[in-house]
C-alpha cells in the first residue's frame, strides 16, 4: 500500500488492514469484558489455595465482581456499537467467545474451587454442565443469527436464559455465603444440583423475557424509575443479599415469561386465521 492510500484511509477512519477506528471501541470492550472474565479465575485460584480467612473471603468477592463486570461491559458494548454504526461480524464472533469464558468457563472454574471440589467427581460434571451449556446456548445464537423469523424474538422474548444472567443465576449460592456467612450454601450436594438446573435454564427453549418485552404504563414510570434507585442504592449498600434477592426476582419471573409468550403465540394464531380477538 502506498502512502496516498494510507492517507486515505486515515482520513476515513480506518487503519491499514481494513478495521476501522471507529470499530474498535466496541471491540476493546468486549476485550475488557473478556480480561475481567478472566481475572475472575485468578482470583478463584488465588482464594482457593489461600490460608487466611478474611484474605480469602475476599479474593471470593473479587472473583465474583470480576464476572459481574464482564456482565456489565457485556451489555454495553453492543449497544456503543450500534451507537457507532460499527457492528460486524468479527465484533459478534468476538463477543460469543469472551461470553464463552466469561459466563461459562469462568463462573464454572470459580464453583468448582469454591465448593465442587469437596465431591471432585460429582462436582466437575456440574461445573462442565454450566460451561457447556453456555457455548451450546452461544452456538445456537450465532446458527440463527442470519435467520430472519425467529418466534421468540419477533415477539420480543428470549429463548432461554442469556449468558450473562446465568452465570449470575449460578452464582446465587455463593452470594447467600458471603452475605450470612453459612457453610449450607457451601455444601457440593446444594452447589451441583442448582448448577445443572441454571445450565438446563440457559439452553432451554423457554421464553423469557427481555428489555424489549417490559413496556411499564405511563402512569408507573416515576415509581418505576424510584425502585431503580433504591435497588442501586441497596446494591452499594448491601450487594450481597441484592444480588440474591435480584436472581430469585428473574427465577419468579420466569413463568410469567412463558405465560405471557403463550399469549402472544395464541393472538398470533387468531390473528392469521383471521378470527376476532378476545377482549383483553
Same mark, same amino acid.
Given at each position: 500500500?502506498?502512502?496516498? %492510500?494510507?492517507v486515505?484511509?486515515? /482520513? ?7 478495521? +476501522?477506528? $471507529?470499530?474498535? #471501541? ?15 479465575? /485468578?482470583?478463584?485460584? +488465588?482464594?482457593?489455595?489461600? +490460608? &487466611?480467612?478474611? =484474605?480469602? #473471603?475476599? %479474593? @471470593? ?15 454495553? %458494548? ?16 468476538? &463477543?460469543?467467545?469472551? %461470553? ?9 472454574? *470459580?464453583?468448582f474451587?469454591?465448593? =465442587? ?6 462436582? @466437575?460434571?456440574?461445573?462442565? #454442565? ?8 452461544l ?6 443469527? &442470519? ?10 422474548? =428470549?429463548?432461554?436464559?442469556?449468558? !450473562?444472567?446465568?452465570a ?14 453459612? !457453610?449450607l ?17 440457559? *439452553?432451554?427453549?423457554?421464553? +423469557? ?21 433504591? *435497588?442501586?442504592?441497596?446494591l452499594l ?21 412463558? @405465560? /405471557?409468550?403463550a399469549?402472544?403465540? $395464541? ?14
Amino acid at each position: 500500500m502506498n502512502n496516498g %492510500d494510507e492517507v486515505a484511509q486515515q /482520513r476515513r477512519g480506518r487503519l491499514p488492514g481494513g478495521l +476501522t477506528l $471507529r470499530a474498535m #471501541a466496541p471491540n476493546a470492550i468486549t476485550t475488557a469484558a473478556l480480561c475481567s472474565g478472566l481475572t475472575g479465575i /485468578r482470583f478463584a485460584v +488465588t482464594a482457593a489455595s489461600g +490460608t &487466611d480467612p478474611m =484474605l480469602v #473471603a475476599e %479474593d @471470593w468477592r473479587k472473583a465474583v465482581a470480576a464476572v459481574i463486570i464482564a456482565g456489565m461491559l457485556d451489555g454495553i %458494548d453492543g449497544r456503543i456499537a450500534r451507537l457507532l454504526n460499527a457492528q460486524s461480524r468479527f465484533g459478534a464472533e468476538l &463477543d460469543s467467545l469472551a %461470553d464463552n469464558v466469561s459466563f461459562g468457563v469462568a463462573p464454572a472454574l *470459580i464453583l468448582f474451587l469454591w465448593s =465442587l471440589q469437596e465431591a471432585p467427581r460429582i462436582g @466437575w460434571f456440574a461445573a462442565l #454442565a454450566v460451561a457447556i451449556a453456555c457455548a451450546l446456548r452461544l452456538a445456537r445464537f450465532n446458527a440463527r443469527i &442470519d435467520i430472519e423469523e425467529q418466534p421468540h424474538k419477533s415477539a420480543g422474548f =428470549l429463548t432461554g436464559v442469556p449468558a !450473562p444472567v446465568g452465570a449470575g443465576l449460578a452464582f446465587l449460592p455463593l452470594y447467600l455465603w458471603i452475605a450470612t456467612g453459612n !457453610p449450607l450454601f457451601r455444601e457440593p450436594l446444594l452447589v451441583g444440583p442448582w448448577l445443572v438446573l441454571i445450565a438446563f435454564l440457559m *439452553i432451554s427453549n423457554l421464553a +423469557t423475557l427481555s428489555w424489549t418485552s417490559l413496556r411499564p404504563r405511563r402512569s408507573v414510570r416515576l415509581e418505576l424509575m424510584a425502585l431503580v434507585g433504591l *435497588i442501586i442504592a441497596a446494591l452499594l449498600t448491601e450487594p450481597w443479599l441484592t444480588l440474591s434477592g435480584i436472581c430469585i426476582v428473574y427465577l419468579a419471573l420466569i413463568p410469567l415469561g412463558v @405465560w /405471557r409468550y403463550a399469549k402472544v403465540k $395464541r393472538q398470533r394464531g387468531v390473528v392469521l386465521r383471521g378470527e376476532a380477538l378476545p377482549p383483553a
